[in-house]
């Protein structure tokens, strides 16, 4: 927290606005749409998965409809695909950003129109970790078969694609503010829109779909989905120290990067494109020892052997993202991999970087995963 939270708190108790809209969820829209910059429009939400939900609803997916989904993420990128009916294709990272491989997404839309006869409803790129993805590319293929593309930029809050926000890119773009995310509202999240209109009928399926009657008139399903004016609150307090957070972050990962600069097993994850800026959300390594474990689907034992290390040192560490194609809640969903995801979940590891980590606490872990790399060289 900024110290900065508990005025705009204190303001919804004392002016009685407890409830899910007013004074800071309209604030809390405008620093976002300040800071997304594009005239783009934020509706804020009561998390990030309800962000993508909505933004499905109003890109019209519906039951069997297809979702063409990026594999390497976490669940809540391609569940709302679910709760409306629809089926999430799969589709493989490239190895520079871990993001959406524009060729295989390419190949799985020509051959998605080709098996149904019907194109699917969306593309949803992730940005993992942080990392921008080929997003150009990603779109050319949305703009080529005529695709809205969805950018679930949840992790990658404030990142950068030439100059531009992630999530400012697509038609619409995701943002979290769960608790563990680049700024918090304790849960939350928001959904970039192209215009104002796009915006009003968010926020009408946002609040239960209630059409324009004095009685409660209902022509579509709607959701209880709007931000409470008390998390909006601490949302206007995270903003004012927004590029504080991030600039933490980025500097933890260039300690990352400048300790392990030429090591031969523990490679840093950086931006390969000098036009990709990276909020670093989570630094990330992968650990290129060649025993990755091929035929299952866990992590390699130098990661398992990294993480117990770090562990007995009091530091928490976590595996990358198990891709989505190989979740047992997805088995027969449709995909499209050359074996990138996998790989990376079997070899990589995601690192402390959060707000209270310290340059001595980067150094220990630092410290910690040089000695483990030790005893695997040959
Ligand atoms: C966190 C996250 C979400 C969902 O955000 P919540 O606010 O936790 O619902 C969606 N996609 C990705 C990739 C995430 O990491």
Redesign the pocket.
């Known amino acids: 927290m900024s110290g900065n939270e508990m005025k705009f708190i204190q303001e919804a108790f004392d002016t009685n606005w407890v409830v899910p809209l007013g004074p800071n969820v309209n604030g809390f829209e405008e620093d976002l749409e300040k800071f997304v910059g594009e005239g783009k429009k934020v509706v804020v939400l009561?998390?990030?998965?309800?962000?993508?939900h909505l933004g499905m609803v109003s890109l019209g997916v519906g039951p069997g409809d297809e979702v063409v989904c990026q594999s390497f993420?976490?669940?809540?990128?391609c569940n709302p695909a679910r709760y409306l009916g629809a089926t999430p294709v799969f589709v493989d990272s490239e190895e520079k950003t871990w993001n959406i491989d524009p060729n295989i997404l390419e190949d799985a839309v020509k051959d998605r129109i080709r098996k149904t006869g019907r194109k699917p409803k969306a593309i949803v790129p992730?940005?993992?970790y942080g990392m921008p993805a080929y997003i150009d590319e990603v779109l050319a293929v949305g703009k080529q078969y005529d695709i809205p593309v969805l950018e679930?930029s949840?992790?990658a809050f404030g990142s950068l694609y030439k100059g531009r926000m992630t999530g400012s890119l697509g038609e619409y773009g995701?943002?979290?503010?769960?608790g563990?995310?680049m700024i918090t509202t304790s849960?939350?999240?928001a959904l970039i829109c192209p215009n104002e209109e796009a915006k009003k009928r968010i926020m009408f399926y946002a609040t239960q779909a209630r059409e324009d009657k004095p009685y409660y008139l209902h022509e579509h399903i709607g959701y209880n989905y709007r931000m409470s004016n008390v998390c909006a609150g601490i949302g206007r307090g995270q903003m004012t120290v927004v590029h504080d957070h991030i600039e933490h972050h980025r500097k933890i990962a260039a300690m990352y990067a400048e300790a392990f600069e030429g090591h031969p097993i523990v490679k840093v994850h950086t931006e390969p494109e000098e036009y990709m800026r990276s909020n670093f959300w989570l630094s990330t390594i992968t650990f290129e020892t060649g025993d990755t474990n091929i035929g299952e689907m866990e992590p390699a034992p130098i990661v398992m052997e990294a993480m117990a290390a770090l562990a007995a040192e009091d530091i928490e560490s976590r595996p990358l993202?198990r891709p989505m194609h190989t979740q047992p809640v997805y088995n027969g969903a449709p995909a499209y991999i050359n074996g990138t995801c996998e790989r990376l979940f079997k070899k990589g590891l995601c690192l402390p970087s959060g707000p209270c980590v310290d340059d001595s606490d980067v150094e220990r872990v630092i410290k910690t995963i040089k000695k483990v790399a030790e005893g695997h060289l040959a």
């Open positions: 009561a998390s990030g998965t309800a962000a993508v993420t976490f669940a809540a990128s992730v940005y993992m679930d949840a992790e995701v943002m979290s503010f769960n563990n995310k849960g939350g999240g993202w």
